[in-house]
């Protein structure tokens, strides 16, 4: 299964990748989760990528393209995989309606998670992330613990593009680059939307019997 989890920033696509990779045995390929690491690592992308994550811009489409060809070619994703937070231009789904035509594979479905824009602004600003697993926690739901219940490090932290001013601009990102690619994968007869302002499970539901 070639999946693609479409929808702007804290619609749960990382919640509900991570759910369908347990179930489904995919890997979840998210390009911030990527670019995170790289930051971290003080590597040359990451340092490139640093100055637009911060200020909640889009990193440019050549060096996304770079991680995804490299990505995708690992073996881990022969049998599919779902992709989270990729594309996000019409560049980038063209690049990658072009590197899978040279692997002679194709997407099977794009699922879009539709949330209005005030209840993303609340859940990202009461959002706390593991920065070790990606391991999603919300203040208003739960206590945040010590350590993570996924992976047992102690790094859970609000992500710094997590503060309301720059969710805002993330948002406008999203309506002006991003929401196009809806009438590019629909088109193309791919497209698949879900409310995802419900619990958790009730998505991961619906979720799954869109793709039966
Ligand atoms: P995310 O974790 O998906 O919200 O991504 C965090 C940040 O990483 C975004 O605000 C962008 O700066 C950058 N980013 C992630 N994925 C992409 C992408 N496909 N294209 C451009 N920038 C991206």
Do not use: W
Request: net charge negative.
């Amino acid at each position: 299964m070639r999946l693609i989890l479409f929808g702007a920033p804290g619609v749960g696509k990382g919640t509900q990748a991570r759910k369908i990779t347990l179930k489904a045995g995919i890997p979840q390929i998210s390009t911030g989760d990527i670019l995170r690491q790289q930051i971290r690592s003080g590597s040359p992308l990451g340092q490139k990528a640093k100055e637009f994550t911060d200020q909640g811009n889009l990193v440019p489409d050549e060096l996304i393209l770079d991680i995804i060809r490299d990505r995708l070619g690992k073996p881990d994703c022969a049998p599919g995989f779902i992709l989270d937070g990729f594309p996000r231009t019409v560049a980038q789904a063209e690049g990658l309606e072009q590197l899978l035509g040279e692997m002679e594979s194709q997407l099977d479905a794009v699922i879009a998670l539709e949330v209005g824009d005030e209840a993303i602004v609340q859940r990202l600003s009461s959002r706390r992330v593991c920065r070790s697993c990606g391991e999603v926690y919300n203040v208003l739901l739960e206590e945040i613990p010590k350590v993570c219940r996924h992976c047992g490090e102690a790094a859970i932290e609000q992500r710094a593009d997590d503060r309301e001013e720059t969710i805002r601009h993330r948002l406008g990102v999203f309506n002006r680059q991003t929401a196009p690619l809806l009438d590019f994968y629909r088109e193309r007869g791919l497209l698949k939307s879900i409310d995802g302002d419900r619990a958790v499970e009730d998505v991961h539901q619906e979720l799954m019997g869109l793709l039966a």
